[in-house]
């Protein structure tokens, strides 16, 4: 599903021109959970918001679906992004303004989905995440459990084949961590592929695989579990 | 998708509460200025426009040429209309206009009506004043006709039974029959008056050779023209026709006619014969009706840019989740819409209950309502747009080009061209308030400066009776003298400021090389107390005198400026000078020190003096100020034993006088109030822009005070930035307001030099204010607790 060759990022500030992705390459199967590992500033958030289609490289190829995607446009990426892509993050990032059935309703409006089916849509998975007596909440009367409950079901109202989770458990407690890790399990194995930056040890163990990095670089591959390509 | 928009947006506005109070409540007053503007420009601008025929209706007006002088005048004399019109097929029609007092005596009630007119026949087709009952076409023909209009017609007669009635008019010498009741004439007709008498009164009743006289100027004259007629080549037509029929008449008397036609409907914005062309003042008004839309609407985009930052977040998400550049920029925009359609909506309801004082202030009703004219209100709508779209752009082009990845790690910096940009707008919006207090400084200082000069005379305790000189006149005054609260009586033609019957002659006076000069005088008749009762400073030679039987008919008194175009540098030369003047023949006897008989706004012009022949229609009485109701009482009963069919008429010279300075008196409280609500709608402004800032800072204040700063110390770090904002405007605004004030002044005769320290007052006070403004936000921050407002970063 997603084939990256030799990416490469710069940032360029001032003074230092830091190289964030260097030469950077791996697969990524369809329906595959893989987590990416690695030191503060090795670059994984920088990775996923190129895979994320936010950001371009600067160097490199990028395949996503058979399609070399590299150097698109704006508004092709964003064309791409709000169909296929899901996204988590670690602060959450709900609008404040909106209640959660709004703020899980907002990728169906953008990509124009009717509003009836919006509604079934929508409470569907907030039922799946269990937050469905919360729908009319404003995200600042949640626990932080509950608003990634609400990010992840943003993440997965549209059906996305891809998602993308930056350290989506960093603001939480174990116990909360694990209900989102096991969320994201159950999204995998109803066949999502999942990428998933973290730094602990224990939730990079609900992965099939874990790339490690080291300056931009890939440095190992561990082989969790048997990845059968379907 | 809009439903969404909608809901963030009203939310938005009621999570931030303050601020869109500021922002709407700033907005919809500058709109509610901007719309006062309007209707009270449109008002101006629609004079005599409502006629069908406007565009083919014309004034006919005079230029007098003497040998001396050129007075460009607004009148026609009483025969030459009904001559052009004989000649001239490309004129339909033409009627003359008298603008006149007349007196009315219903039953016993005795009125004097003021706005008095006398027109011909053919007024009711020319021009569309409604007439309810009587024939347009003869309502105005037969002599002693009159029209009432719906107003006077219910004071007279009660409700709808004036037609054919009778009222004696001119101290009851003559009985006119009510041939018409016409609709109240509009506020934005030159023509105007309650009644109007048939003209024919005058050319066959009043006085039959005024139907053979020639050059006797004092009514207005219009013609209606043919369709297909070019005015300017019909104009050109009149020099040599006027040549060819008064040629002879205009050689032997020294003076050249032109005539020349005017548009009606730019005779009140343009012309100057006889009134002050009113395109300036519209100008002004237009202008300051911008500066302060363009003041609330700066404040809209600046507290817009401003809080645009804190909706970086917002815009990041939707990034990620898939929204588009353009939906965003108009989602932004439609936002910019709501608030301005709801600023929109408190405007129209603020100028609903401002209008009433709005009018009071303009001195006349620019509209009877707000609703009256729905193009206005769509031009204000259209105004709302447009400020919804400008302010929208910035937030609408900037935040949707945001960077999602970099807004949502928080990296995104306060932009610094969005700062400048504010910054340069808050300059702007200070300069526009402080060119506005200057202004509203010297126009003030004008006003006091004409009211208070010494105007050469004395104008206190005079109290003037129109008493029009009839029988009985010299027994009441006989029985006035009695009363030792009148100090003193004289009679005259015309007193300054306007009062009585202004007459100006051609007149031949030997000047200081010997040789007859003509010049033209302003003359007033008056009597030998005159001089003395208005305090008017003899120069040389003496005042009239009883004494001296020959002085009413061989003596003439002149004024400093009058010697002055004889050539005399010494007013004892210009003693014992012959003069001609009409009937009288003589010599200067008297020379007085040079007095305004007009505003300040008006050059001093050359006075001639004679002793009244019988012609004098004003009664001057200076009085003692105790007991002033009681003379008054007094008065009011001889009055009514002398005059029994003329209603008790008088006023005070002080107060008559000064109401030449209305205009300008208007004129500056109308620009006061709205340099006023400009400096509050820029503080309003200020006060939203200072908060944010301050609110941004807070973590920094925070900081600094943890490292020990005072609290003087944060105040001014919060103050200084914008305080330096303010002091950049002052010096822009100075020298722009120093010059549209200085080509203001330049239309007054007598004005103020701009005195130096207006501008420092000037900023002084824009700072003073300013800094009220910002320092109630600093404080609050500096006195906060520190440990709080990092904890809530
Ligand atoms: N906008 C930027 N401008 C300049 N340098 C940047 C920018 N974003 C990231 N970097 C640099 O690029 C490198 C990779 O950053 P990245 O955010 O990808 O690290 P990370 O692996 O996600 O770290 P962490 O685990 O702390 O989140 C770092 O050295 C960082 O300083
Ligand atoms: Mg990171």
């Known amino acids: 599903m997603i084939t990256i060759t030799d990416l490469e990022k710069y940032y360029a500030t001032e003074e230092v021109r830091t190289i964030a992705l260097n030469k950077l390459s791996f697969k990524v199967k369809e329906g595959e959970f893989v987590a990416v590992m690695g030191p503060s500033g090795c670059g994984k958030s920088t990775l996923l918001n190129i895979l994320g289609l936010l950001d371009d490289p600067d160097g490199g190829s990028f395949v996503f679906n058979g399609i070399e995607v590299a150097g698109f446009n704006e508004r092709k990426r964003a064309d791409l992004r709000k169909h296929n892509i899901g996204f988590v993050f670690q602060s959450f990032n709900l609008i404040d303004e909106l209640t959660v059935f709004e703020n899980v309703e907002l990728p169906l409006i953008y990509t124009g989905v009717k509003p009836a089916e919006r509604k079934v849509r929508v409470d569907a998975v907030l039922e799946k995440m269990q937050i469905m007596h919360r729908r009319k909440h404003f995200p600042q009367q949640l626990s932080g459990g509950q608003q990634q409950r609400v990010a992840v079901a943003r993440a997965v109202v549209n059906n996305p084949k891809l998602i993308l989770a930056d350290e989506p458990t960093g603001n939480l407690d174990s116990s909360n961590g694990n209900e989102v890790m096991d969320l994201l399990t159950e999204l995998n194995e109803a066949g999502t592929t999942i990428i998933m930056v973290t730094h602990s040890e224990h939730d990079a163990k609900y992965s099939h695989r874990i790339i490690r990095m080291l300056d931009g670089q890939k440095v190992t591959e561990n082989v969790l579990a048997e990845f059968k390509s379907v | ?793």
């Open chain 2, 1 to 793: 998708m809009i439903k969404n928009y909608f809901k963030i947006a009203i939310r938005n506005l009621w999570r931030h509460r303050g601020y869109s109070v500021l922002n709407i409540g700033g907005l919809a007053i500058g709109m509610t200025a901007g719309f006062l503007v309007l209707l009270y420009v449109g008002f101006e601008m629609s004079y005599d426009s409502f006629h069908s025929k406007a565009d083919r209706l014309y004034r006919l007006s005079t230029d007098i040429k003497t040998p001396s002088d050129k007075y460009e005048t607004p009148v026609v004399d009483w025969n030459i209309l009904s001559e052009l019109e004989s000649e001239f097929p490309e004129i339909e029609m033409s009627t003359l206009v008298m603008g006149t007092d007349i007196d009315v005596k219903v039953g016993n009630e005795n009125y004097t009506e003021n706005r008095s007119l006398a027109a011909g026949a053919a007024l009711f087709q020319m021009f569309d004043f409604k007439l309810l009952e009587g024939h347009s076409k003869t309502a105005l023909s037969a002599p002693l006709s009159i029209v009432l209009d719906k107003t006077t017609a219910a004071k007279y007669f009660g409700d709808g039974n004036a037609m054919g009635k009778t009222l004696k008019i001119m101290d009851g010498k003559y009985s006119v029959t009510v041939t018409g009741v016409m609709d109240d004439m509009p506020n934005n007709s030159m023509v105007k008056g309650n009644i109007i008498l048939s003209i024919s009164t005058y050319t066959e009743v009043i006085d039959p050779t005024l139907k053979d006289s020639w050059a006797n100027f004092e009514n207005l004259g219009f013609v209606l023209l043919n369709p297909e007629t070019d005015a300017n080549v019909l104009e050109a037509k009149f020099k040599p026709y006027v040549e060819k029929i008064h040629g002879e008449q205009m050689k032997s008397s020294n003076m050249q006619l032109a005539y020349f036609l005017e548009p009606i409907q730019d005779i009140y914005l343009y012309s100057d014969r006889g009134s002050t062309p009113q395109i300036t003042n519209i100008y002004i008004f237009s202008i300051v009706g911008l500066f302060i839309l363009l003041i609330a609407a700066i404040n809209f985009i600046n507290l817009t840019t401003a809080r645009s930052v804190e909706r970086a977040k917002e815009v990041g998400i939707r990034k990620v989740i898939g929204a588009q550049k353009g939906q965003l920029a108009f989602q932004f925009l439609g936002e910019s819409l709501i608030i301005c359609l709801f600023a929109f909506l408190i405007a129209v309801g603020l100028s609903m209950l401002a209008l009433p004082y709005f009018n009071e202030l303009a001195g006349k009703v620019v509209a009877t309502s707000i609703f009256a004219k729905p193009l206005y209100i769509l031009s204000l709508l259209a105004i709302s747009v447009f400020i919804a779209i400008v302010a929208g752009a910035y937030p609408a082009l900037v935040l949707s080009s945001f960077k999602a990845v970099k807004v949502l790690k928080g990296k995104f910096s306060r932009s610094s061209k969005g700062i400048l940009l504010r910054k340069g707008l808050v300059v702007l919006q200070f300069s526009i308030s402080v060119i506005l207090i200057i202004g509203t400084f010297v126009i003030y200082s004008q006003t006091y400066f004409m009211q208070h000069q010494d105007l050469g005379f004395s104008k206190e305790q005079l109290l003037i009776l129109p008493t029009n000189n009839q029988n009985g006149q010299e027994e009441m005054q006989k029985a006035l003298a009695s009363n030792p609260d009148i100090l003193s009586m004289s009679t005259s033609s015309s007193v300054p400021g306007g009062g009585g019957e202004w007459q100006t002659a051609l007149s031949v006076l030997e000047n200081n090389m010997g040789q007859d000069q003509s010049l033209t005088l302003n003359r007033f008749n008056i009597d030998e107390n005159y001089i003395p009762q208005f305090d008017i400073k003899l120069l040389a030679g003496r005042n009239f005198s009883k004494q001296f039987a020959s002085d009413s008919t061989e003596a003439m008194i002149l004024n400093e400026k009058a010697i002055k175009l004889l050539g005399f540098a010494d007013p004892a030369d210009a003693i014992g000078k012959s003069f001609e003047q009409w009937d009288k023949k003589g010599t200067v006897i008297g020379v007085i020190k040079d007095f305004h008989i007009q505003s300040l706004q008006e050059e001093i012009m050359p006075l001639s003096m004679v002793m009244g022949s019988g012609d004098n229609k004003l009664l001057n009485l200076k009085v003692s100020t105790q007991n002033l109701g009681k003379t008054l009482g007094f008065i009011k009963k001889y009055w009514q034993e002398y005059f029994p069919n003329k209603s008790f008429d008088y006023f005070f010279m002080d107060a008559f006088f000064n109401q030449q300075y209305k205009s300008e008196e208007r004129f500056a409280s109308l620009f006061l109030n709205f340099a006023l609500l400009a400096i509050f709608i820029s503080c309003l402004g200020l006060l939203g822009l200072a908060s944010y800032s301050t609110l941004q800072r807070r973590r920094e204040i925070g900081i600094r005070k943890i490292l020990g700063s005072s609290a003087f110390g944060i105040v001014h770090l919060l103050s200084a930035d914008f305080l330096k904002l303010v002091a950049i405007a002052i010096l822009i605004a100075s020298p722009i307001a120093w010059y549209g004030m200085h080509s203001w002044l330049q239309d007054f005769a007598y004005r103020i030099d701009i005195p130096w320290w207006i501008f420092l007052v000037a900023g002084i006070l824009a700072i003073g204010i300013a800094l009220v403004t910002i320092s109630f936000q600093a404080i609050k921050a500096a006195i906060a607790n520190p440990v709080k407002s990092l904890r809530t970063e």
